[in-house]
């Protein structure tokens, strides 16, 4: 599966990682989020290229946090609030919240899903944000630079396979001493696509 997270300096294509971390990522209907509010069609496993349903009852009914979200558009809107050039750029809180709020679907942090295989170790890793093991919400980051500190620390659940020149353009954009944005940059709006080689 994938996303592109259609941003005011430009597009991040995105590889998600549905099947190493389902909760965190894939779309399934909530309490809290009505069915209305995620895509009708079926879900795809995270490499598939035809119109095939993934069988995989985990990634349908557990699978949940990260695409519904994109889905809902509750990233719209959402600033990149924190840079720290040469380390990430975190965004993912509500455009009516401030930094400091991360909501899941749920309305409450959900547990980590930390896999050995899913490293910090490129540029362009997108891994949740949290305060401790346990606490996901809404809040993720990409990577300016491979993070191994992180590991086993934050879930990763993608990785950047297009507009990699963006992600240039927020590293080099003015930050204050702690890391804050000078100039407002937001997710302006986020698309789903099937399979990550999709246009």
């Not at 990522?25 to 879900?43: H, T």
């Not at 991360?102 to 959900?110: E, M, R």
């Not at 362009?124 to 491979?146: E, L, R, V, W």
Request: proline share 8%; charged share 15%.
């Amino acid at each position: 599966m994938s996303v592109t997270l259609h941003t005011s300096v430009g597009d991040i294509k995105v590889e998600v990682f549905c099947e190493s971390v389902p909760k965190t990522a894939e779309v399934s209907p909530s309490p809290s989020y009505p069915p209305s509010a995620v895509p009708s069609s079926p879900i795809y496993s995270s490499l598939s290229t035809s119109a095939v349903p993934s069988r995989n009852y985990e990634l349908i009914v557990l699978a949940q946090n990260f695409l519904a979200l994109c889905a809902s558009s509750a990233y719209n809107d959402s600033p990149f609030h924190r840079s720290l050039p040469t380390f990430m750029i975190q965004t993912g809180s509500p455009a009516s919240g401030t930094p400091k709020t991360s909501t899941s679907i749920w309305g409450s942090d959900f547990e980590d899903e930390i896999r050995p295989s899913l490293r910090h170790n490129a540029r362009g890793i997108i891994s949740m944000a949290n305060k401790g093991p346990g606490t996901n919400g809404s809040q993720f980051f990409i990577c300016y630079a491979a993070s191994p500190h992180l590991d086993g620390k934050n879930t990763v659940f993608g990785r950047v396979i297009g507009g990699m020149d963006v992600l240039d353009v927020l590293e080099g954009m003015e930050v204050d001493k702690k890391g804050r944005m000078k100039e407002r940059a937001v997710i302006q709006r986020v698309t789903l696509h099937a399979n990550p080689i999709a246009g």
